[in-house]
């Protein structure tokens, strides 16, 4: 460094402008003094200059000195903070040393680290396959787990129900139960008094048993008898009674079947016609004849039956029906069938008979012997019970056959 203190006493010259203003005052005050003392010394003009140009030449060389040194200054001053910065650099290298070192061995250390991670990472890596495994037959345990719980969610729904069926069932079972001991308490009882009814009973069946084989013998010896009767009933001698019973069920009726009773005798009007002796057979072989006329009430019936038939029945182109009235002995004597003649109260001959017409197909001439009854056209009309009618006896006719109503007691 340059003393200010030093410039100003080496020279005390004019300057520049730019110089005067770093000289202090006082130093050109002095510089001021001289060049007055130069004045005064009109000799040495040759010296003054001289000394100008060496002050100038001083001044020039101060002011390249100053720079110079305003140079080294900063050069100095930048030296100074290069040997700062390097000092500072130098510290931080170091810092940067202790650092480095401290990142190598924080390298190091992160290196081992890194190896154990790797190792861990393989580790864990294998551990994340066996997890991943582990986790597939996890999810699909629990599929199945989840199925297995759907199913047994669904079967307890359905064990609630059966519980609940079987709880109802419980109910009246027990309900039955009680039903049923109340029950079995009355049949004991009635076991009770069963047996008791049955010691009874045992005497009575012994006592009937007894009366059962006395039974059983008498019904032998009744059926013995029923025999011996059945056979007397079932000959020829009573064979006409099977006309008006029934064999099998040995019931009887007052006429036989088809029949019709009337003042306790039966009549049959046949639905064939037959001549007049071959009626009367047939007649007399249903254990009847033909039938005869004792009254009013009879020829009544009789004329109604023949009436009823003959409306009932119109395509048989009924005509008449043979009675057992006949007069082939000797004409006009008129017989019945059983041997009686005929009574004037009780005839009943239709207008103009009889007449004993001969008929064209009669080839012997024989006349009108045997009697019918013609229906009338009208029950209202006023002749209409004389019904009777002389006819050809080969001529053939229904017929009316009468016998005797049963007497059942
Ligand atoms: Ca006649
Ligand atoms: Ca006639």
Redesign the pocket.
């Known amino acids: 460094m340059v003393d200010t203190e030093e410039i100003q006493v080496s020279f005390p010259c004019e300057n520049s402008g730019e110089d005067q203003t770093k000289i202090p005052s006082e130093v050109q005050d002095e510089i001021g003094d001289t060049q007055n003392n130069c004045t005064k010394r009109p000799g040495s003009r040759w010296q003054a200059i001289s000394i100008a140009i060496l002050m100038v030449l001083f001044c020039g060389v101060t002011g390249i000195l100053f720079t110079q040194i305003s140079k080294s200054q900063s050069v100095t001053a930048e030296l100074q903070h290069m040997a700062e910065e390097i000092l500072t650099a130098s510290n931080i290298t170091k810092q940067l040393q202790v650092e480095n070192s401290q990142l190598k061995q924080l390298l190091n250390s992160t290196y081992r680290n890194f190896t154990l991670l790797r190792s861990e990472y393989g580790q864990v890596k294998l551990l994340v396959n066996a997890t991943l495994y582990n986790f597939a037959l996890l999810s699909a345990e629990k599929t199945q787990l989840s199925m297995l719980l759907k199913n047994t969610l669904q079967e307890n729904t359905q064990l609630q129900v059966g519980n609940k069926e079987l709880n109802m069932l419980l109910n009246a079972t027990e309900e039955d139960c009680n039903l049923v001991e109340e029950e079995n308490r009355q049949l004991n009882l009635l076991l009770n008094d069963s047996l008791h009814i049955t010691t009874l009973a045992s005497a009575e069946n012994k006592r009937l048993r007894q009366l059962f084989i006395n039974e059983q013998q008498i019904s032998m010896h009744l059926e013995a008898d029923n025999r011996k009767q059945r056979s007397i009933l079932f000959s020829d001698n009573l064979s006409f009674l099977w006309r008006f019973c029934n064999e099998s069920t040995l019931r009887c009726t007052r006429c036989p079947p088809g029949w019709v009773e009337h003042a306790s005798r039966c009549f049959f009007l046949s639905r064939e016609s037959q001549k007049w002796e071959a009626a009367r057979r047939v007649c007399l072989g249903m254990g009847g004849d033909l039938a005869v006329v004792g009254n009013s009430e009879d020829q009544a019936f009789l004329t109604n039956l023949t009436f009823q038939f003959a409306r009932e029945h119109p395509q048989e182109n009924f005509h008449s029906a043979w009675i057992g009235l006949q007069d082939m002995v000797k004409e006009g004597d008129h017989l019945w069938v059983t041997g009686d003649r005929t009574k004037s109260t009780v005839t009943y001959w239709k207008h103009l ?5 001969i008929a064209s197909w009669d080839k012997d001439r024989a006349g ?1 012997d045997c009697v019918a009854i013609v229906p009338p056209g009208r029950l209202e009309q006023e002749d209409w019970l004389n019904s009777w ?3 050809v006896c080969g001529g053939k006719r229904h017929y009316l056959c009468e016998t005797m109503a049963l007497t059942l007691s």
Do not use: G, H, R, S
């Open positions: 008979e009889p007449n004993n017409a009108q009618d002389d006819i």
